[in-house]
């Protein structure tokens, strides 16, 4: 069984960081792209970056271009998302999901940018 | 960037009816691969976005034949007949031709009449 979880959520202030983790299970993680997808509260779905299975390209949203690192350890089955100078329009639940069609999202991890 | 305009942003239906949800984007979704990279999602209350059609046709994995998804080009349409409580939540189209970025329909929310 696929299974997708993500963690690192929480409250930050801005201008804050904060790494997020998805952990992967039930496939072969290393074949496979890997997207982050966010939805803010009441709102709907917005893609923020992609990495290919080898890490050899990534891509982002200009909505976080610059500011947000999407990375991944295969010999951990793990994809990060790095999300430096926050802003409370980052805040939003944040789903990771597998391959180009999203076959799978994980449960989302809530990132809240407040002072 | 390749705009995704869904329709309606809400449909109320009876249960056992039929509902029918649009998507437009502003440019011709066929890759130059020659598939179609235009997918569909029901995302339920309180639960993360799940697949239901991928590449404007094909059923997921579970997904049962009540729904459908055609069209081509720039114009696909979801179709679920029958519809069921476990049917009701928020639906999306996602374009993945074109990218960066790939981007979603703004959500039809299906509900009951």
């Known amino acids: 069984e696929v299974q997708l979880v993500e963690s690192g959520g929480g409250l930050v202030k801005p201008g804050s960081s904060l790494k997020l983790s998805c952990v992967a299970s039930?496939?072969?993680?290393?074949?496979?792209?890997m997207h982050w997808i966010r939805q803010a509260p009441k709102k709907g779905l917005e893609w923020i970056a992609l990495i290919y299975y080898d890490s050899s390209n990534k891509y982002y949203a200009d909505s976080v271009k610059g500011r947000f690192t999407i990375s991944r350890d295969n010999s951990k089955n793990t994809l990060y998302l790095e999300m430096n100078s926050l802003r409370s329009e980052d805040t939003a639940m944040y789903y990771c999901?597998?391959?180009?069609?999203?076959?799978?999202w994980g449960q989302g991890v809530m990132v809240t940018v407040s002072s | 960037d390749v705009v995704m305009t869904q329709t309606p942003v809400s449909l109320p239906v009876s249960l056992g009816g039929q509902a029918s949800i649009s998507c437009r984007s502003s440019?011709?979704?066929?890759?130059?691969?020659?598939?179609?990279?235009l997918h569909w999602y029901l995302q339920k209350p309180g639960q993360s976005p799940q697949l239901l059609i991928y590449r404007v046709s094909n059923r997921f994995s579970g997904v049962p034949d009540r729904f459908s998804g055609s069209g081509s080009g720039t114009d696909f349409t979801l179709k679920i007949s029958r519809v069921e409580p476990e049917d009701l939540g928020d639906y999306y189209c996602l374009q993945s031709t074109h990218f960066p970025p790939l981007t979603f329909g703004s959500g039809t929310k299906l509900e009951i009449k």
């Open positions: 440019q011709s979704l066929v890759h130059s691969n020659g598939n179609t990279y």
């Open positions: 039930g496939f072969t993680f290393s074949s496979y792209g």
């Open positions: 999901a597998k391959n180009w069609e999203l076959h799978y």
